[in-house]
């Protein structure tokens, strides 16, 4: 059953090979190396659907988790052939790192010469962030009835945030109406940027990344190649966009406003970017390098944008602003983008309810017997909720710290082993340390590099349902 | 009224001055820097109860998180006048930093010179740590009929941890107890440390600051200047005891053992130190600058003790094993003693029921409409604590790293500015980066110690009970 769920997701990824293969064959590319990968998928995916009976009885949670974790290693193993093939990667540990940093949309790169790759390449690389973005199991519950009696289990677990909104009762209603909002936009964006003068190609491959939150760039400086306010403007408004909650845009496209305005994390969310962005500002401005109000004011809002909604696109060397500018970069990229969004991190709802709770927590100290619900929305929240929030972003904490002892026993510095967790697990991209913006993950040794493909999936997947797997009781009959 | 109370805590505070002046008698030192703060104290004390109505009303939780916050800063500002009167300290905010790291039992220290200064003011130096170990309300509470009243309000507002034990059915006798246990344990160590060839002066000052989990030493080179395998055992098992909850502490005297083993903490604290002392025993080993098994465990064992029960003794320059082993210990000071001891940081029990809850978070998510308790010394606790856990130890995160941005705003590298941060908030006195167990703290700008003291403040009092002052709620009507 499981297998062939799986299977039949590998026949989604072959069409989306297929579809390099044509850029490939446009720019009068190799197309080996597109069309092996291509057809491998689909062979394989025939070969599990036609080997496994037909879903006979509901899917259970259990292998709801279970399809949900694999998928992503399953789509990250073969999405990493058309690199080995194409020898644009040449260890499979580094095409493996890159597939999972693009299916999970963080954006970690090892390639240190980007342009010099073949477009149908980098195609295929934008398109693993465009498919992770929405989420493969998202995508196929549109597209494939059989999903439907499962649909629900598989949803919840793969949705990021505490709750799934649902925009119609029929779960394969909602996954169309999300991924019709998700392709709308990201056809605007192209319109955009083309408009601005990025070239056709690029601009695709940028809306691409840009409306999962991605980050990855066909370009080596990343979004600082582009030396123009209007195009770097349009991206920073589709970020945020892409760290909106999805069902919020489906109100706004309805004309429903005021359930955006008055929707509590959406609130928090601008109201952070706005002043994160006043204090970037203020120090970019008063460091010695000023460049000018708006050049200064735009950079700050690019990268507050950009780590706010995990992105991960890069027009300035944020570790250069000082170590006050750093140590904020450093904490935006806990907070990430709301919950139904493609961002990663936290979640802003989970940042407000854990803020929310806390003031509740000082009534409670003055009043021990009284109950005081938190409110959302004017909505008090269920307790279960509240714990399960407040689990989280601990678990969430100790995951990064963890990771940061893994990675320092691995010989990297502090600032750099913290900076590759957070950027990994968060799935922004560059980090801080040796991780930074003007870097990347190249020099990682092999085995970090699988550590870190393990934590891009862990916070895709909001640990929980990948860590479910490895406890006793999800295997206890 | 709460001037009244702060009134009479000032008699405790101009005994203990008094003591230091008995002590600078002794061995012939100037008097005067010593006996006026004594009396200084006392005048103003006087002052103040006789100024004041006697107590007419019941005691309130707000008055009593006023209070409990208030003596510290008191307390702090009159402790800190025979360094000034001195003249061993020059600069007030150096003073009140080093006096406020006493009685909050940080052991952070501005001087660069310990050796040289009088006995009577290292006396009184280690004897703001033994006050500050038990807390002066406990203290009061055990001398001062007049506190009955409202003791409980008070009693649960400064003792750590999230439920506070009784020994007694009466708060009074309670505290009684407390302080009974506290320095039997302090008299027996000064015995053996005298035994073991230490100075009687010496043997007592380390009493004291040990037993508070305090980390003041009498020579610069803090427990390292004593090349005994012997004094160095010792104070590892009094640090020891000094982390576990002084109520265990009193079954077993009373010969209670089964109390002891079978208190999940107690457990998990003992387990912990094993654990953090087997990883860095091996990496010592590991090292090239190996200098024998025994030395590699006992500095490993004394380190991971310091750290964990937040003494703060050194033995070793744990930031010279290599960067894993100072993430490792640098994660260790988030631990912090029992609850009900007199370490600090966030307790073994939260970080227990933390995990606790997480484990059930995971069979919450297989079984949604399940009510699944967590579990402590086999009985289910109140969902109410495991959502104060949480949001303590996030709030303690949000608080450090909010630190962290303010002391690197000031110019500090990131790993010192986190390293101070956490060494001041966890009450442990040495941190990582230039606040090292091989640096002090002379060079942070003055108005960091000032953050720096407030941070200790919170942290012995365990946020909610200083913030609290801070909030609306608390001066609403």
Redesign the interface.
Known sequence: MVFRILASLLFIESFFLFLSTIVAIIYSEPVYALIVPTLITFVIGAFGWFNTNKASKQIG??EG?LIVSLVWVVFSLFGSLPFIFDGSITSFTDAFFETMSGFTTTGASILNDIESLPKSILFWRSITQWMGGMGMIVMSLAVLPMLGIAGMELFIAEVPGPTADKLHPRVKETAKRLWGIYSLFTVIEIILLYAGGMDFFDSINHSFTTMATGGYSTKQASIAYYDSAYIQYVITIFMIIAGVNFSLSYFALKLKFEKVYKNEEFRYYIGFILIFTLILTTIIVSNKNFTGFEKSFRDALFQVVSLITTTGFVTADYLAWG??A???SF?IMFFGGSAGSTGGGIKIVRIVL?FK???Q??????HPNAIIPVRLNNKAVD??I???V??????Y?LTF?AG??VM??M?????S?MGSVIASLGNIGPGIGSVGPMDNFANIPNAGKWVLSFLMMLGRLEL?TV??IF?P??WKK
């Open positions: 949670k259990r988790y170590s006050l750093a140590i904020i904490s854990l709770n806390s003031y927590e000082f009534k409670r100290l003055l307790p279960k509240i714990t399960n407040l689990a989280f972003i601990v678990f904490i710290v940061s002892v320092a026993s010989g990297l510095e502090i600032d082993a929980f860590m479910i406890t009781i999800f």
